[in-house]
């Protein structure tokens, strides 16, 4: 008898498969597929005129964010040491390029609210590292981008900084 495991085994993909839908969560796959549409699907905007210097270990950045976020990404201000924003709406995702000195991408930082293995400490973001062919590295409660994001005190607007004013 050898077919009832795999169709047991069949049977409990499939189930798992609906019970993601039906909860109606991002789930990583879907997450690829947006990057992978990032100039192109029309979702994405990018924050930045050029690119600009950043804390991550990247020469410079862009900053694109999904439709759902964008407004109030751009309310702002990393200058302003008060501001206070609510919370993004779900499903925003956030893409920072990394770029080297010739400008060629090199990486993708990717944080998207309330995905499947968002992260309750932080808000529900969501946290990965895409290599610069759009494939996932890492993902998930990543230590390393969360304190450092902490030590920047971005806990106050929700977990992101925004992109000074003088690289719009
Ligand atoms: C060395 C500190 C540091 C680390 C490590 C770090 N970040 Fe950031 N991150 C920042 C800072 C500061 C900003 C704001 C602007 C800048 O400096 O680039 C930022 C900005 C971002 C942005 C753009 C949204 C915004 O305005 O804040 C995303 C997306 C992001 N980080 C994701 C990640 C992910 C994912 C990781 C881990 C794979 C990570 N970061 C690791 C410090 C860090």
Redesign the pocket.
Known sequence: MKTPIPLALAALFALAGACSSDAGGMDEETITMRLAGLETSGEFTRINATPF?????AET?N?WVSNEGVDL?RD?D?DDSSAAIEDFPEFTM???EMLDEEGALTAY???VKGAEGGVARTDDWW???YDAGGALQ?SGE?G??I???E??G?ERTD?????PMDAR
């Open positions: 210097e950043s804390q991550h270990a950045v900053v990404y702002l990393p956030i893409v920072k930082t990717v944080m946290w990965g590292m890492m990543l390393f981008c304190d450092c994001h030590a920047n971005l977990w992101v900084q925004g992109v």
